[in-house]
């Protein structure tokens, strides 16, 4: 069993689905997960609406990308971030990012588990795999 | 003896001369390297020419690098993974974001060893140094 | 007691922040910290004024941001990891990228405490957590 940390630091579509696929997968092979949201990716993590959005150098791709994602019948990073909680895969916002990005407890999404500094972050996976996505 | 894993995400040449540089060093020196190929990533591992590609960001010091890279010999990203393979390096592509991109079986760059998934990347690499590139 | 050990590829303010904080919050809990500066960040780590410089695709919320680190009163990340360095950690300048760079020594800023080659920090950090910034 595996110990799967990832610092979220992007806030693009692909990135965000990159860490979507990585914790469910890990996280159905029993390993802990644990999701630091932080910089870019924090706005994706506040209520409402989740946009697509795709790095501008390649916006070229993004139709295609697009469609072949609906096709696939993929799931969205977000029901892939649930589905991985579900199994036990913990999301953490960072508490400076929120601060630096003005994001109010209020406004933070139900799909986070807890506001953390990186210093919890660090002492938790201590031994982890961590990725910097 | 390390062992050091790479998710290889991004397509630009600057980052998959990161890939090649580390993949070559790390198994020059007996560490166990194994590379995953994913979404942006994909279309360099396909058959065909390998063109330079760099972010838009830093185009203005491209040509500067172009030949600074002439001038110090650097060899290919390319040709330093198939020298980490003749190490002893693997290369797996991403069959989901093969998928994505509707790239067929016929399409994929001989240098890639296999095809697999995410779970079967993590299983293979567990407990091991991972870089997210 | 944890090691925690950084290849910091990219040249923009937001990714050196991350890597200034992850190194100030491992290093103030007595974790190892090597941070091997490649790439796009080498010119952050010669002598001369540190500029602030963002991803175009983010522009539009640099103005934001920067009131906001003026008013939270954040550090920057040169301070950060000098702040890093006075309790133990470690920063290296990638000899290769120094040379693609045609950056001399007497160019290198003295936050730098050594010029070494990938497979040096490779072997250093056998073993640890590796972040790719």
């Given at each position: ?6 610092i ?29 949201v932080?910089?870019?990716?924090v706005?994706s993590?506040?209520k ?22 609906k ?43 807890d ?19």
């Amino acid at each position: 069993m595996g110990k799967l940390g990832m610092i979220l630091f992007s806030g693009t579509t692909d990135r965000l689905m990159a860490a979507g696929i990585l914790a469910q997968a890990a996280a159905a092979m029993d390993n802990e997960v644990k999701v630091f949201v932080t910089f870019w990716a924090v706005p994706s993590f506040t209520k409402g609406e989740k946009k697509m959005s795709f790095p501008s150098d390649v916006q070229s791709m993004v139709p295609f990308l697009a469609q072949r994602m609906k096709d696939l019948k993929m799931a969205s990073w977000y029901d892939m971030l649930k589905e991985a909680k579900s199994m036990g895969a913990k999301i953490y916002l960072c508490s400076l990012a929120s601060e630096l990005m003005n994001v109010k407890k209020d406004d933070v999404d139900p799909i986070v588990d807890d506001i953390v500094g990186a210093a919890t972050f660090i002492q938790e996976t201590e031994g982890w795999q961590v990725l910097f996505i």
